[in-house]
Each structure stands twice: as C-alpha cells, then as structure tokens.
C-alpha cells in the first residue's frame, strides 16, 4: 500500500519570483496538508548531499548550484497516495512537457530551474523529509 507523505521543495527560481503563495494554493486545493514548513538557504554541500543520486549526471554541478543560489521552502506534505499525486501535481521535470494545470506548467521556466521538488518514492520521502526536519518538528 502506498503511505500518506510526501516532501517537496519551492526551488530558488520559484522563491525569487515571488511564487511561494501561488504554489502553496495549489498544493492546498489539490488536498495536500502541510504538516511541517521551513524557509531556509541550502549549503552547496547540502543541496549536493539532497540530490547525491545525481553526482555522475553531466548536470549535477549546475544543479547544486542553482538548488544553493537562493533560499527554498522545504515542506512535508500529508495526503492519500501523497508521493504518486503530487508528482502528478507538479507535472514533467521539463515545463515543455509539463501538463497543462500542473505547478511546472504554470511556474517553471527550463528543464533545471523547474519551480518545485517532489520526492519519487516512499522511502525517499521519509529519507528526504529528515534531511530537513527532526521528529519533534512534524504535526
Ligand atoms: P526533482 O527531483 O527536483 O523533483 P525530477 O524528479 O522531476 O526533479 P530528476 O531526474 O530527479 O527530476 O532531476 C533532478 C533535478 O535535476 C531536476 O528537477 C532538474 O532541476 C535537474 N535536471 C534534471 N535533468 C536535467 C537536465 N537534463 N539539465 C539540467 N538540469 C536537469
Ligand atoms: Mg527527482
């Protein structure tokens, strides 16, 4: 059976364009409750150590660059099936393939700064949501 969290990210492009409030919406009216939020700046060792899977990727150090460029909004997130709906939510990695009325297709500007994380497995939420937030800071 699938579990009920998940943890997403409003990345540095999506912040710096003043979108937080418009995400927020649409992750609210899609059902999604948050049960843990925090505004903060990654180290590039942090945002290297969150997308680790990615190292040998020719992207990577463009990644971990523009993941540390700015400040974030990390957040744990409750809903049913709450890892394969909000990846519906959030839409294709590129906003070119994005479906119309995914957060993507209405905040994303290219294929790296992509407005919005969502983590792609149960077991990477749980181990993503830790990265930011100890038990006693979870509702
Ligand atoms: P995320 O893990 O951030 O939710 P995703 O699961 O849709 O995104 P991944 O394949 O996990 O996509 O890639 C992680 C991130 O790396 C992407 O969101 C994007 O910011 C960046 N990325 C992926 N592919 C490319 C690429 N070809 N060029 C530049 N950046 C990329
Ligand atoms: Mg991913």
Redesign the pocket.
Known sequence: MSGTTTF??I?PDAVKANNIGPILKMINEAGFRIKAMKYTQLTKEKAGGF?A??AE????G??VD??SSGPIVAAILEKENAVEDF?KL?G???PAEAAEGTI?KAYAT?????A?????SDENAEIEGSYFFGMTERF
């Open positions: 997403t990210m990345k997308y899977v990615h990727r020719p992207f990577y463009e990644l523009f993941m990846r959030i294709a990695t590129n993507r290219s294929i790296g700064e992509n919005v994380h969502g983590s792609d």
